[in-house]
């Protein structure tokens, strides 16, 4: 199996690159076909996590104040924590979900079927380099998201805490 996904992931890798998916297939397609697998498969199916590690963020908007869900690849910092970035496909605004978890920092993920609380902290400039290279690791290129969108990219460590807030 982790030849086919090597495989699949190197013919696809070099498309996300692509102004084309940046612009229009990645944020016009994947939302939409990852809310369908997600609604068919009763939420134990996520299109991206056939290619990369993927997780479903729970927020809770910061102006609505109703809960929100992302589809997000993330990538595991070795220490029990997910690392996601607001790439937003190179866009030019931050995604919605990060400006949630900087109004509501407690959330929630859900990681191959299993949902858990969490508290989101923004990487600090200092540790971003390092962070970025790791992520690239995962997915080499993905850095260039955030070149390509004039801003500097919103990166979350998710902590793991225990649901009864004493995490």
């Known amino acids: ?5 090597d495989t699949v992931r190197a013919l696809i890798a070099p498309l996300t690159r692509t102004r084309v998916f940046r612009r229009f297939l990645g944020p016009a397609l994947l939302p939409p076909i990852e809310r369908f697998v997600a609604w068919i498969s009763h939420g134990r199916v996520q299109v991206s996590a056939l290619l990369v590690p993927s997780l ?4 809770i908007g910061a102006k609505s104040g109703e809960p929100r869900d992302a589809p997000l690849m993330y990538c595991p910092d070795g220490q029990g924590r997910a690392i996601i970035a607001g790439t937003n496909f190179a866009g030019e605004r931050h995604p919605a979900w990060t400006s949630n978890l ?4 407690d959330a929630a993920i859900t990681v191959r079927g299993r949902r858990m609380p969490v508290r989101a902290s923004l990487v600090p400039d200092d540790e971003r380099d390092a962070v970025w290279a790791r992520i690239e690791q995962q997915w080499p290129g993905y850095r260039n998201y955030e070149r390509e969108s004039g801003r500097t990219v919103r990166l979350f460590r998710l902590q793991p805490v225990r649901a009864d807030g004493l995490g």
């Open 1 to 5: 199996m982790t030849r086919v996904v």
């Open 56 to 59: 479903v963020l729970h927020t």
């Open 102 to 105: 900087l109004a509501h920092p």
